[in-house]
Nanobody
Framework: HVQLVESGGGSVPAGGSLTLSCTTS??????MGWFRQVPGKEREGVVG????????YYSDSVKGRFTISKDSAKKTVYLHMNDLKPEDTAMYYC?????????????????WGQGTQVTVS
């Protein structure tokens, strides 16, 4: 059973920064992604990547502001969010699946964390 646990959400002023963490029980050679969702809207892909090398795919809405980092020893990935805007306010989810990687397509991910709320005011 794959487990994903997010943390790091909170409230920040516009222009601020926040880092989310996602610790997974299955790390090596998995596809992972960060998604976000606001009530009444579809889940939006933020970033998709392969844990062991390969390209990282960012949505246009966060490109240049958000980056990821990985700690294989801790089986943890981080979403570094800078220059946050009110429109970044959402519940953020970490997701994973075995390859092939679905990049930013939510339906391609099988396992999901419980989410962590980010509020930008």
């Amino acid at each position: 059973h794959v487990q994903l646990v997010e943390s790091g959400g909170g409230s920040v002023p516009a222009g601020g920064s926040l880092t989310l963490s996602c610790t997974t029980s299955n790390y090596a050679n998995w596809c992972m992604g960060w998604f976000r969702q606001v009530p009444g809207k579809e889940r939006e892909g933020v970033v998709g990547f392969y844990t062991t090398g390969g390209a990282t795919y960012y949505s246009d809405s966060v490109k240049g502001r958000f980056t990821i980092s990985k700690d294989s020893a801790k089986k943890t990935v981080y979403l570094h969010m800078n220059d946050l805007k009110p429109e970044d306010t959402a519940m953020y989810y970490c997701a994973s699946s075995l390859p092939p990687c679905s990049k930013l397509v939510a339906s391609g991910y099988k396992y999901w964390g419980q989410g962590t709320q980010v509020t930008v005011s």
